[in-house]
């Protein structure tokens, strides 16, 4: 029989696993914590500490660029009401539930994993967005952004006003010319494709506090896309 299946542990697990540690994951906070809360999908396997890698490898490049760990958001802080950790977490349990529901009352197959495959890296033109790899469309992905955007913005009209959903893999945050994202742009793609990274599998959707810099991040649980079970640190 699998043994029981823990976030924490497997956190754990990959970084004792990785060839060379070059950040800390990221850390835990208060429970009660109910600002800068966001939901991430984070990367499983051996990808997780590759493009955490690579990110940090990216921030390097230009002075005042910070490190991060490698994620797509689902939902936003401000998107999110400031609900506790404790009610937002139970809330994104019930929306996996009603996520896996969806497919399998559609005779729709669902993969155990989320599978996410980057498409050709390039600029944008937001501090957060300033060199990412886009996420092809998919319809498991989408249909997750939907469940939990419907569990926590009720009101349809305030529903319809949030923005479209970009599901992108951010690489390097920051306020740069458009001649240094360029060339962040092309050393990004290298990267990737040295490493042979085209996605990524993932089964947790991460609660993180996004308040401050992005090198204070701290991760406050995580919910297991299988199940909807969550993981609490320990």
Sequence with gaps: MIGRVDFFDSLRFSHRRRPTQTSEPLGFVDMSETNGISLWLTPSGHESWQLNEIIETLAKENEGCLSFEAHVTLMSDDQLPKWSVH???SKVSDSISKYREYF??????????LILTLEAVQSGDQFYQCVLAPIEPNQSLTRLNNCLRELFVRNEEERSNLKPYFPHLSLVYGDLTQEQKDGLVTKAQELLDRQKIKGFETIWVSI?????????????????????EISWPR
């Design 208 to 228: 993180i506090q996004t308040t401050g810099p992005s090198n204070k991040w701290k991760r406050l649980c995580a919910i297991n896309l299988h199940n909807g």
């Design 104 to 113: 399998f009352s559609s005779r729709n197959i669902i993969k155990e994993d």
């Design 87 to 89: 009610e937002i977490a």
